[in-house]
């Protein structure tokens, strides 16, 4: 067997607060999804005056950056025309995500999660996927 | 135009607060979901120990009730076979949910949202997702 | 973060092996899937004869098992007509399986993985589905 | 009627050890696919490391080369903005892979299955699925 370590629900609350807390500095309420190392969802929350379609937009995010281990903005710069990775975008039925705003979470060189982000601009939903990161990180 | 009333981001976290309490009190880890009136989901929580195929039966119990204005077990007993009902749990891709543990939440006989549970039995996931319902109808 | 163990590719091919074994020694050509703890596919063999539809099945069955922490055989008793989880079968776009021929793999009370298999009678899945568990739990 | 030839499950196991060497050799775990000449799974295997996303990405490369008779970067190059095919990597919804990785299995000129690779840079997954094609093709 293989042991794994991943997040868990007061991780994912740490890491929704200090998303949430970047999200209200720069003032774009935003959808926030944090899933575990197997992709699957542990924690989500949709501010007022997030948008409905960020919902499933962040949970995807976060499937993609935590079950391939990488940055969804690193699929979009893989997945331009001509690139490698072009057309990836509508893999796994639509849910593989190339659009920044979803990242891994890495320790010790090892993915135990990610989080998603959605509402604002791809610069804006990375700024607060990595507030989200880096509170936990603090924790540790 | 139509003004309606919602779950906003701050009464979703008082649900989830009192459903995670009610279901530590009954040592039964779950999967809760919080949806406003348009079935969208404003908040998830997998506790730790949440089964990993109770997160979309959660989110799919709470689209359920505030969609429908209903509480998923009246489904159950309306979908028997010979009933009017029957049938009705494959709809809408199998988001219809038909098992216990859905709950609306009507204010002044309006539904503003709805709460979904799952991870335990039906009367478990019911009874936590009454927790739920009850936090928030006491803040008001 | 939590540290939990899951079925590695080494007890995949353990619990296959186990599997086919006994599927060959019945004379029924298997579709034998594994899971791991999170519901993620780890290794998926259809033996010659195997039927097409039941990759999918057998797939969904072993997701069930592992995702549940629970046989699939259990939720067949809990969904008959007028029972509490009458109507989950078609559950998580119908991947939430009733029938058969799902275990979890549990080793200290965790849940490890699951085996799903499909293409027999449902008594012939679960004791195929028995057989790789059993071989997986001697290797230990 | 049609006599067709299509990979048995010895084949395929042929092809996941000729893959398997291949991306341990080249450091880089993999999810690989293979599929018969129906585009069925016949046989799937996760590496130790390789990613979540990949298992449908790795499933559905192998479905797209077997039922297209087509190697996947083929239709890389083809659904390139201007060309014949652009748009095409959202069809059958979206498991028609445009991305490198896999291959179908031609015999005598005639397609008796495919194969699927995903977790590396496209060139790696390529790679890896001509390794599993040819020990395939030097059995016979």
């Known amino acids: 067997m293989i042991s794994v370590q991943r997040l868990d629900a007061a991780d994912a609350q740490l890491m929704l607060a200090g998303a949430r807390a970047c999200a209200t500095e720069i003032g774009v309420p935003m959808c926030i999804a944090i899933t575990d190392e197997g992709g699957n969802l542990v924690a989500f929350e949709r501010m007022d005056g997030g948008k409905v379609t960020s919902i499933t937009i962040a949970i995807d995010k976060s499937f993609t950056a935590s079950g391939a281990k990488r940055a969804t903005h690193d699929y979009g710069a893989a997945s331009q025309p001509g690139a490698p990775a072009y057309g990836i975008a509508s893999a796994i039925g639509g849910r593989l995500m190339v659009v ?4 891994p979470v890495m320790v010790d060189g090892a993915c135990v999660g990610g ?17 989200g990161v880096d509170a936990f990180l603090a924790s540790l």
Do not use: F
């Not at 920044?100 to 990242?103: I, N, P, Q, V, Y």
């Not at 604002?120 to 507030?131: L, N």
């Open 100 to 103: 920044g705003g979803g990242l």
């Open 115 to 131: 989080i998603g982000v959605s509402s604002g601009t791809a610069d804006q939903d990375m700024q607060v996927a990595r507030a």
